[in-house]
C-alpha cells in the first residue's frame, strides 16, 4: 500500500468516526455522548433554578457536527416610541444534503429585565442569538436531552424569568459568588420616577470601560467573573463604574497577596 493509498485511507476512516447522520439513532445517540463532554469541558450551560440549559455555542457545535448550519434570514426593527425591539428569523441548512430542516425564530426588548441600558446592536444581536438557539432546539431537542441537558437554549431562558426577576431580589453576581468583598456591579439605588425621569443617566465613559477592561485581563480574576462583568459593563454609570475599579483593584491586590502568603 502506498503512502497516498493509505492517507486517504485514514482521512476516510476518521471522517465516519467523528460525523455523524441525522436519520441513524444510533450516531445522533454517539454524538449526545460527544457533546455532553464538549458542554461539560467548555462550561456551556447555564443553571436556571438549579436545572442546566445549554448556551447557542452548544447548540452550534451539535448543528456543526451534523452539517447543519444557521442562516440569518432577516433581523426586523420592530421598536415603538416606548420600546426597542427586535425580531429575527433563522433557518438551518443541511450542508449533505443542500435542504432546509428547521427554522427560529425570536425577539429582544429593551423592557425585559436587565437590559433597560442595553445599546440597539445588543439588543438586535441577541435576538439573532435566540433566534439560532430556537431554530435548533426545534431540530435537535432530543439529542440536547439525551446529552443530559435541558432541551431549551439557555438564551430562551431570559423570557422565563424576567417576572421571576421582577418579584424577587437579585441574585448576587458571580464575581461576589467567588470573592466575597468584591461585587463588580454595585447595585443600582432606587430613585423616584420624577427624579429618574428628569436626570439623564451619565454612563460610564470611554476611559473607565478601558480601565475595567485592563482589570478584568488581569491573570488572577477568573472567566466567568471576566463574562459576566463584560456582560454587564454597558449598564454602568458613572458612579458604579467607579466603585467597579476600586473593588476589582482591592479582588486583585487580595488575591496577590494571598497567593504571596500562600507560597
Known sequence: MNEATKTTKDI???????????????????LAKDLAKFIKDNKLTTNVQGKEFVNVEGWQY????????????????????????????VTLFDLRHGTTVGAGFAVCSNKESGKKFYQEFAIMSMAQTRAIGKAYRNCLAWIIRAAGYEPTP???????TNTMAAAAPAPAVAVAQAVPAMQVVPAEPAAPAAEAAAAPVQYATAAQKEEIIRLLNHPVITRPE???????????DEERAVQA?????????????GEKAAA
Open 154 to 160: 439557555a438564551e430562551e431562558m431570559d423570557y422565563n
Open 226 to 236: 471576566k463574562t459576566k462583568m463584560l456582560l454587564n459593563i454597558n449598564r454602568l
Open 12 to 30: 476516510t476512516k476518521k471522517v465516519k468516526v467523528e460525523s455523524y447522520d441525522i436519520s441513524r439513532s444510533d450516531e445522533t445517540l454517539d
Open 62 to 89: 451539535a448543528g456543526s457536527r451534523l452539517g447543519i448550519v444557521p442562516i440569518v434570514e432577516h433581523v426586523i426593527n420592530v421598536s415603538s416610541p416606548e420600546e426597542m425591539k427586535y425580531q429575527a428569523k
Open 245 to 257: 475599579i476600586a473593588k476589582l483593584r482591592k479582588a486583585i491586590d487580595d488575591r496577590e497577596n
